[in-house]
Nanobody, 127 residues
Framework: HVQLVESGGGSVQTGGSRTLSCLAS????????AAWFRQAPGKERETVAR??????????HYSDSVLGRFTISQDTFDNTLYLQMDGLDSDDTAMYYC???????????????????WGQGTQVTVS
């Protein structure tokens, strides 16, 4: 069982930057895929960024809406996933969630339902 805890959310001015963190604990060695999702009021939860984890990992995928502005990364030693957000605007306002799944295949394009571990979410408000 994997536990995920996000942190780093808050209020940011338009054009500003923010870095989110997701600390993994428990059976974190089983994670081969990790991602950031977000959900704005009245909208469906959507992929922000994904990446493969472990030996041979490091391949990344970004939503078109954040490509070039957001960066997903990991710190293996600290079991932490990061999302660096730059050039924020009002459309980025949402609850941000980190998620993980065991299997590597389909990590970057697979269905959201295949992510079996989720954090509680951290709110990012841009104004």
């Amino acid at each position: 069982h994997v536990q995920l805890v996000e942190s780093g959310g808050g209020s940011v001015q338009t054009g500003g930057s923010r870095t989110l963190s997701c600390l993994a604990s428990g059976d974190s060695d089983t994670i081969n895929c990790a991602a950031w999702f977000r959900q704005a009021p009245g909208k469906e939860r959507e992929t922000v960024a994904r990446m493969t984890i472990g030996v041979g990992g490091g391949t990344k995928h970004y939503s078109d809406s954040v490509l070039g502005r957001f960066t997903i990364s990991q710190d293996t030693f600290d079991n932490t996933l990061y999302l660096q957000m730059d050039g924020l605007d009002s459309d980025d306002t949402a609850m941000y969630y980190c998620a993980a799944r065991r299997l590597w295949p389909g990590c970057l394009r697979g269905t959201r339902a295949d992510f079996t571990s989720w954090g509680q979410g951290t709110q990012v408000t841009v104004s």
